[in-house]
């Protein structure tokens, strides 16, 4: 009988110990996303997303979930929003396949607004070109966004 008690014992404080742990706000944001509360979790996200000292994994996270929440309550501007901010911390972020194909068309249009961004400005040397001298050409590329993978001179 003693065993029995001891192994019920252990049982039950296994949990008790995760509940402990801290959660954080973004994962309060996450897990009312995932219970399908979209606007409660959308509150959440923005309220984490408004500290500054906020890990950029945990941004990453937030601005991902606040797209969703907002594609799910049908606020697609507020969702591009949310899918700008998180293109500009990281660029190549993509949602899994099994995310809804609203959301997944919405960040890629976001990721293609973002290309159009980029200038270029190019100044060349006035003189006429030599064998024997150099040509000095000057370029400036304004690319906020970071979408530029390279600059080629032909």
Do not use: W
């Not at 402990?20 to 979790?41: C, Q, R």
């Amino acid at each position: 009988m003693t065993r029995g008690l001891l192994f019920l014992a252990a049982l039950t404080c296994g949990p008790l110990a995760l509940a402990d742990e801290p959660v954080t706000p973004v994962a309060e944001g996450v897990a009312l996303y995932d219970d399908l509360e979209y606007e409660a979790a959308a509150t959440a996200l923005r309220g984490a997303l408004a500290d500054s000292g906020l890990p950029k994994a945990d941004k990453i996270t937030g601005y991902q979930y606040l797209g969703l929440a907002l594609v799910a309550l049908g606020r697609e501007n507020e969702a591009r929003d949310a899918f700008r901010k998180l293109l500009e911390i990281d660029r190549r972020f993509a949602l899994p396949d099994t995310t809804n194909p609203k959301a997944r068309d919405l960040l890629e249009e976001v990721r293609g607004d973002l290309a159009s961004d980029v200038e270029m400005t190019e100044a060349a040397s006035p003189t006429p070109a030599r064998a024997d001298s150099p040509i000095t050409v000057t370029a400036t590329l304004i690319d906020p966004s970071a979408v530029t993978k390279s600059v080629i001179l032909h």
